[in-house]
């Protein structure tokens, strides 16, 4: 009888497992993009990535002027790789592919960012970045989200210290 009730159990289990498995097939297959047939691979929220991407931008400019280029090429390639995150997930909202916007958009202005980084010049991020900030808030025109203004920051509300790290 025992041997039974812990068969049954097993069976139940792989049961469970198998259908579990064939369910997110299909759910995977309902979410192809109707135009492309690629796969939504990314299930967060966009406002989660753009939450993120906020703090990322705001800590990016408190190590750029600073000049501390390591910790501002730290952001940027957060900001990067949360933007490649986004554009490879597909992410429609109400019709707008942002995925997209933020592909035409933002990158080519990561990328001069970077460029100031790279060049460890303060004038050259501070004017990319300021790009950088009207891009975000004309792509969130474009996506019907233009409530949502991005500032250049004005200060530092998180308790890390922005400057360079002393030379021995």
């Known amino acids: 009888m025992e041997y039974r009730i812990k068969l049954g159990g097993f069976i139940l289990l792989v049961s469970t497992v198998f259908i579990s498995i064939s369910c997110q097939t299909d759910q995977a297959k309902s979410n192809a ?4 047939d690629e796969q939504y691979e990314d299930t967060v929220p966009l406002i989660y990535h753009m939450s993120f ?9 408190l190590a750029g ?3 501390n280029w390591e910790l501002a090429d730290v952001y ?11 554009i490879d997930g597909n992410h429609l909202d109400d019709g707008v592919n ?5 592909e035409t958009m933002l990158i080519p202005q990561i990328e001069n960012v970077e460029a100031a980084i790279d060049a460890k010049d303060q004038a050259m991020f501070e004017d990319n970045y300021q790009t950088m900030i009207q ?3 004309q ?3 474009a ?8 500032t250049v920051p004005s200060g530092n509300p998180y308790n890390q210290d922005f400057s360079p790290a002393a030379e021995e």
Not at 33 to 36: A, E, I, M, Q
Not at 98 to 102: G, N, P
Not at 143 to 150: C, F, L, S, T
């Open 139 to 141: 792509c969130h025109e």
């Open 135 to 137: 891009t975000c808030n």
């Open 143 to 150: 996506a019907n989200y233009g409530a949502v203004k991005v």
């Open 98 to 102: 942002v995925s997209k916007l933020l």
């Open 53 to 61: 991407m906020q703090r990322y931008s705001h800590k990016l400019y």
């Open 33 to 36: 993009h109707p135009d492309t």
């Open 76 to 86: 940027s390639h957060e900001i990067e790789e949360l933007s490649e995150t986004i």
């Open 65 to 67: 002027i600073e000049e």
